[in-house]
């Protein structure tokens, strides 16, 4: 157990509908990075925040979006959904001088 | 662009059999290497090297890094079952970004 969570576990949504999905992070940690991970393939970076500035941002479109919270919890946004978003999305939290990220569980993201 | 390689692909060996998985990386700002392991849901942390040629060691898993050739192994030896998941190998590009490889599937077989 890492102490990120996130909810909820799985989600079913239609294509261009909007979802948001969340994660509360391990106590002490205030960064939280966002992954978008495909069946078969290894996490691709959405973004990252620390102190709920966008601190970072990977080859994503607009459409996906997030939030930091003072606590520290976070959000991930993702307007118009395609079925390529279908996925396992993955939060983990940091200590900001630390390299090391704890995972939470991930959403696991079905788009029909 | 950053990238992280890693083989084989998919491993399947036999229990006590011992394992090496590679992983190669081109990124342009280094500051450490980290190995997960990924059962069903959440990346589990293992290791995280930051200098070359020291081997970080914990029971049957060990780990090197080289930052001369750009790599890094990861061996198991005695494996078991459990040992059974993805291994994913990771780049911290000083905090901005965690590049990840596609992962080795390692299937042990009793």
């Known amino acids: 157990e890492t102490g990120v969570t996130q909810s909820p576990t799985h989600l079913i949504k239609t294509r261009g509908q909007q979802v948001t999905l969340r994660c509360s992070s391990q106590?002490?940690?205030?960064?939280v990075s966002w992954y978008q991970q495909a069946l078969g393939q290894g996490p691709q970076f959405i973004f990252q925040?620390?102190?709920?500035?966008?601190?970072g941002r990977g080859n994503f479109p607009p459409r996906f979006s997030g939030l930091q919270f003072p606590n520290y919890s976070s959000e991930l946004n993702v307007n118009a959904l395609e079925l390529d978003d279908s996925a396992l999305y993955l939060c983990a939290s940091s200590w900001r001088e630390e390299d090391t990220q704890y995972f939470g569980p991930g959403t696991r993201l079905t788009v029909l | 662009e950053d990238k992280v390689v890693q083989s084989p692909l998919s491993l399947v060996v036999h229990e006590g059999d011992t394992v090496t998985l590679n992983c190669s990386y081109e990124?342009?700002?280094?500051?450490?290497l980290l190995w997960y392991k990924q059962e069903k849901k959440a990346p589990t942390f293992l290791f995280m090297l930051t200098s070359s040629g020291i081997e970080k060691k914990s029971g049957r898993l060990s780990s090197i890094l080289d930052k001369k050739e750009l790599f890094s192994i990861l061996n198991i030896t005695a494996t078991q079952t459990g040992d059974s998941a993805v291994y994913l190998c990771a780049v911290d590009n000083y905090g901005q970004n965690f590049v990840f490889g596609p992962g080795t599937r390692l299937s042990v077989l009793p």
């Open positions: 925040y620390y102190r709920e500035e966008e601190n």
């Open positions: 106590s002490g940690h205030n960064t």
């Open positions: 990124v342009t700002n280094f500051r450490s």
